[in-house]
């Protein structure tokens, strides 16, 4: 069984572009969850999707967005990039009613 | 909001030594989650406990679930060089249900030739 896939691997922008992460859960999870992660420091959570809604957001500004599709696979959007903006970007994806949460890859977002 | 106290912030052992850290948490916690990453890669669940008291293995590895639910345990023993990389400690408290998880801020192990 597939895990979960992110795409693409590494995204390099410059300052004030758009950036779009992809995500695609694995098989039958309906939940995903988006995770930023700066170098050298712990993962902070930026959203949670379930059955296509925004379920919570953590704490980031309204530049970070996104949305579930009705395959369950995510986007995440990042508007206006700043500097601080550079990290990895995780998502991660559960069954309904379960806790564990099961990570992909990650992208690696750089912003110039 | 909830804080997981994750100690120590870093190890430095040999090959063949057996790894202790653990976790503590300001509130309760109905689930702990150990995760593994290693250097560009994305966090991978170790164990998972569901209940408190509860002392789970998979393979070297010992976690368990302090009765307090307030803290965790994670255990290796006689660790290999593939052992080496972040271990972070995770759980999605009580106040919500399926919601996000708070990771601890992580051990990072380094294996001494």
């Known amino acids: 069984e597939a895990g979960v896939t992110q795409s693409p691997t590494h995204l390099i922008k410059t300052r004030g572009q758009q950036a779009t992460l992809r995500c695609s859960p694995i098989?039958?999870?309906?939940?995903v969850y988006w995770y930023q992660q700066a170098l050298g420091l712990g993962l902070q959570f930026l959203l949670w999707?379930?059955?296509?809604?925004?379920?919570n957001r953590g704490n980031f500004p309204p530049r970070f967005s996104g949305r579930q599709f009705p395959n369950y696979s995510s986007e995440l959007n990042v508007n206006a990039l700043e500097l601080e903006d550079s990290a990895l970007y995780l998502c991660?994806?559960?069954?309904?009613?379960?806790?564990?949460?099961?990570f992909g890859p990650g992208t690696r977002l750089l912003v110039l | 909001g909830q804080q997981l106290n994750q100690s120590p912030q870093s190890m430095f052992i040999q090959e063949g030594e057996d790894v202790s850290m653990n976790c503590t948490s300001s509130?309760?916690?109905?689930?702990w989650l150990w995760y593994k990453q290693e250097p560009g890669e994305g966090p991978v669940l170790l164990i998972a406990?569901?209940?408190?008291?509860e002392l789970t293995s998979n393979g070297r590895l010992t976690a368990q679930f302090g009765i307090t639910r307030k803290d965790s345990f994670l255990n290796i023993s006689a660790s290999i060089p593939s052992d080496v990389g972040i271990y972070f400690c995770?759980?999605?408290?009580?106040?919500?249900?399926?919601?996000?998880?708070?990771f601890g801020t992580g051990t990072r192990l380094t294996i001494i030739p």
């Open positions: 509130s309760i916690f109905n689930t």
């Open positions: 098989s039958g999870h309906t939940s």
């Open positions: 991660a994806s559960k069954l309904a009613g379960v806790e564990t949460q099961y």
């Open positions: 995770a759980g999605p408290g009580t106040n919500f249900g399926n919601e996000k998880l708070t």
């Open positions: 406990l569901y209940k408190a008291g």
């Open positions: 999707y379930d059955e296509g809604e925004e379920r």
